[in-house]
Structure formats: C-alpha cells, structure tokens
C-alpha cells in the first residue's frame, strides 16, 4: 500500500513538472550530464544548420606582460595559414644601484665575455630547421613615441619599439636546447636555455666593459636606473632568415638574463665568475623593465586568405574566427532540451603539415552583442553551471572559470571514417543557452568561435583587467581548419537531444 501511495505521488509530482514546464521551465536546474535514450516516442534528436562565415581578428588587441610566456621564431611554410614572425623585445637592467661588478672589496682582472640568455619553455612547428635570429640595441624614446619604457605599462602584440644598432646574429638548433651546456671555466652548466654570445667586438659590449658607477660623466651608467637606460635601453631579439617554428620563452625565468663573464681577484688566486642582469620588477632603486611581443602574421600566402565556402580556418591568437548562425533556433516551438551541443570537426589536409602545426588545444565560444559596434559577450548558463553570472551586468557578467568539463571546447581525437587517419575534433554544449531561446524567447544570438591565448572583453576590462587563460593554448601556437556549416564530409551542426512537452 505504501509502494502504491508513493508511486502515485511520483507519477503526480512528474505530471504537474510537465505541466508548470510548458510555460515556467526553469532552465538553470536542467542538467545534461545524464541524457535519456534517443527512442523517437518520448525523446527525440535533430540536427540543425549553421550557417558560418571566416573572420579575421584585425588588430589583434591582446596584452601581454613581461611575466607571460613570449614566443620567438619565423613559420615560413604553412600552406594554410601563411608566415609568421615573432619578435621579442626587453630591458636587461642591473638588479641595484649604484652597481658594481662583483663584491665590494673585489678588484676585476679583465672582461671575458657577454652571453644574452632566454629560458626555453618548448616549441610548436617544425623543430628540424634552426631559426636564425638577429639581436640588435633598442633606440632611445626617439621613434618609440614615450611609449617603450613607460613604467608598468603592458603592451599590445602590435606593438614594436624602434630596433637600433646591430650587435650579432645567431642560429638556434631547437633540438639540442635539451642539452646541457657548459660554461663559465666548465663549472656551471645549463639546459634548456638559449645561449646568445655578444661579440667583444660590438660597439654594446666593448663600452659595457668601460661603464662604471665610480666614473663621470658617460662612463657613469650603472650610476642610477635612467643612466643606465640612456645607455642601453634593452635588446630586440628579431627572428630573420630561416625557420619554421616559433619557440616559447619565459623573460622573468631564472635563466632569462644577460650573463658578463669576467674574471676578479679578493686577496687570492684570480677567480672567473659572472653577474646577471634580468627583467626588473619594481625595487626602491630600479624601474619595471620595458618588455614586448611583437607578432606579425602574413595570410598571403596561405589558403586561409581565400577560404572556401564550406571551409573554417581557425588560428591561436593572433588569429581568426568563426561566425556561427543558428536561424532555426528563432523558430523552434517549445520543448525540454535535454542536450544541445554543436560539433566542429577537423578537415585533414596534409599528415605532415598537420602534424607539426597542430590544432589547437582549445577552441571557446561566445556570443555577439546587440548594437553597431562589434563587441562580444560570454554565452549564458553554460560557461559553469555550479556559477552564477550575468554577462550583461559589469560587475558579475563572467564565471570565476569556465568549467571546460562541462561546457566543452577542448581538442579530442577520432578516426576519420573517409582518410582512416586521426583528426581533431571539438564540442560545446550550451543546453541551457538554447532551452532559453526556446522556452522564454530571448535573443538567438550570433555566436563566434575562435582560439584564445587570453579570454577578453575590453569593455569590460575595469573588471576583467588581465583575462583568463583559455584552456592552455600557447600564444601564436595552433591552427586548424574545420568543416563550415555546409560541409558534405565534415558538417559543424547543432545536435539537439529533447522531449516535446
């Protein structure tokens, strides 16, 4: 008797849910972790057109500070995406001031050598070509419009200052930077950082060699943070010539720095050592260094720059998009959404090509905003689930993060059916997006698709100063095309899981 009441009670409590949803659904508590079986009686699947069309971001406004990760390198051969050059640009400054060589009571014997250094964090390309870079003196605020050594001001990826005298040229072998190296009279060794000799003969070391905080007058540059930038107001490391890979270095490592070698002598035998001059942070005596990431990309002569209709070209920041319209949504009659995800699949083009330029780790999707200007907005709902935010108020409009489990984006392989080779593919879910559309008749937006380095809406930058990291995509790396809306082999769809009510 007990079974039957509570069996009555279950039916009665799921009949009035059906009925309260047909006008008063509440999308927010709607899951789509435990989906019913497709049956064509009580839950059903369809699948929806997008239309899509290829963008480019132009300019790319992306910031980056001296503490992220900056990439280094020349792509001269991607068939679908075109060139690429990466340039980096930074203040090697003293860690104190007045500074001088060594310890107080030491007396310097001779110089013997400058070596600029740069940590290496990994590589995305073709590692087998050596990339061949060209470091020369950055011009004093003349041509740099006051912007360059500005304190604490983060710059653009646009943004370049005026490269000045050339110092050397170098070649890196990407393979070997695994390798330890050893220096300094074969006492200390490293790995993993790219090793720059400056030759002595250079007009930057030779009068390096001559600077002194005890002198006056030129000589006088490690006397204060100003005198020494009028000095040298940093390197620009420029990749030219060959190569076909960007490499990743991060400037505030412990192994980014500019070592002099020299030898001294305290009341004993002649002693080789060497100081180092790094990236600044702010100290009582020494400004923030001036720092930039320079990245210059070239479609021209890639098949992005006359996309086919049925192809997407997608490229990490600085990079390109996607616009996705969903026009069935507008029209569609009320139903329980149980899940509705869009599919985006890799169209191969070439093994090897594919191989070392792969796809990005994560795509993200968001959404048009409403008026003239092109500005975006995040996705409701389904960003996080567990989180509230409102992407139309300043103050709460974006999760604390974006809960990839749930809402997809990240790159998974499958077997592609007609090369049998494996591909990339992406999902997103945005379940609770569309039961909205659907049931409360909001805006069916125009989405974007895209591959950020950052997460970032510049009108809401008061809040959202820095952006959030999109998944773990590495600036400049990741590139892959996938099939449009109307693609025969590799459709991008919306597949709709639901019951009618």
């Known amino acids: 008797m007990q079974k039957r009441i509570l069996s009555i009670a279950a039916t009665a409590l799921l009949f009035s849910l059906i009925i309260v949803g047909c006008s008063k659904l509440d999308t927010t508590d709607i899951g789509s972790d435990l989906l019913p079986a497709v049956d064509n009686v009580n839950t059903f699947d369809t699948l929806l057109t997008i239309n899509t069309t290829q963008g480019i971001v132009n300019p790319d406004t992306t910031l980056i500070s001296y503490s992220d990760d900056h990439v280094l390198g020349k792509i001269n051969n991607d068939p679908l995406f075109g060139t690429t050059q990466a340039n980096i640009y930074a203040q090697f400054k003293p860690t104190f001031y007045p500074y001088y060589w060594g310890n107080v009571k030491d007396t310097i014997v001779g110089f013997d050598s400058v070596v600029l250094c740069l940590s290496y964090k990994g590589f995305w390309g073709d590692s087998t070509i050596p990339i061949q870079l060209q470091v020369r003196e950055i011009q004093n605020n003349v041509g740099n419009n006051g912007l360059w050594d500005s304190v604490n001001q ?13 110092i050397t040229n170098a070649t890196v072998n990407i393979a070997s930077l695994g390798n330890y190296v050893v220096y300094s009279n074969r006492v200390d060794s490293v790995k993993n950082q790219i090793r720059i000799k400056l030759p002595n003969s250079s007009a930057f070391v030779s009068q390096l060699y001559l600077k002194d905080s005890s002198l006056i007058g030129s000589q006088n540059a490690f006397r204060s943070d100003s005198l020494f930038r009028a000095f040298n107001n940093g390197f620009a490391i420029i990749a030219t010539g060959t190569g076909n890979s960007l490499v990743y270095t991060n400037l505030t490592d412990t192994s980014s720095k500019l070592e002099v070698h020299y030898r001294r002598k305290n009341g004993g035998a002649v002693d ?64 329980i959404i149980h899940r509705a995800e869009i599919i985006i699949e890799q169209v191969p083009f070439n093994t090897v090509s594919d191989n070392q330029f792969t796809a990005p780790n994560f795509l993200y999707l968001d959404i048009k905003d409403t008026g003239s200007v092109n500005r975006w907005k995040p996705v409701y709902f389904d960003l996080n689930p567990n989180e509230g935010y409102f992407p139309d108020n300043v103050s709460a409009f974006f999760p604390s993060e974006v809960d990839y489990f749930y809402f997809g984006g990240y790159s998974r392989n499958k077997t592609d059916l007609i090369s049998g080779n494996q591909i990339k593919y992406y999902n997103f879910n945005i379940t609770r997006y569309v039961q909205q559309i659907v049931t409360r008749h909001t805006t069916n937006y125009q989405l974007r698709l895209y591959a950020p380095y950052l997460i970032d809406y510049p009108q809401y930058r008061i809040g959202f100063e820095s952006g959030l990291r999109a998944g773990n995509n590495r600036l400049a790396g990741g590139r892959i095309k996938v099939g449009g809306g109307n693609n025969v082999n590799y459709k991008m769809r919306l597949r709709l899981v639901y019951s009618k009510i």
């Open 272 to 335: 080789t050592t060497f100081s180092s001059f790094k990236i600044s942070t702010i100290t009582s005596s020494t400004a923030t260094s001036a720092t930039a990431n320079n990245i210059i990309r070239d479609r021209s002569s890639g098949t992005i720059s006359s996309p086919a209709a049925d192809e997407i070209y997608l490229q990490t920041t600085p990079g390109s998009y996607a616009n996705l319209n969903i026009p069935a949504l507008s029209t569609l009659s009320n139903r």
């Open 154 to 166: 983060t710059k653009t990826i646009n943004y370049a200052p005026a490269p000045g005298a050339v």
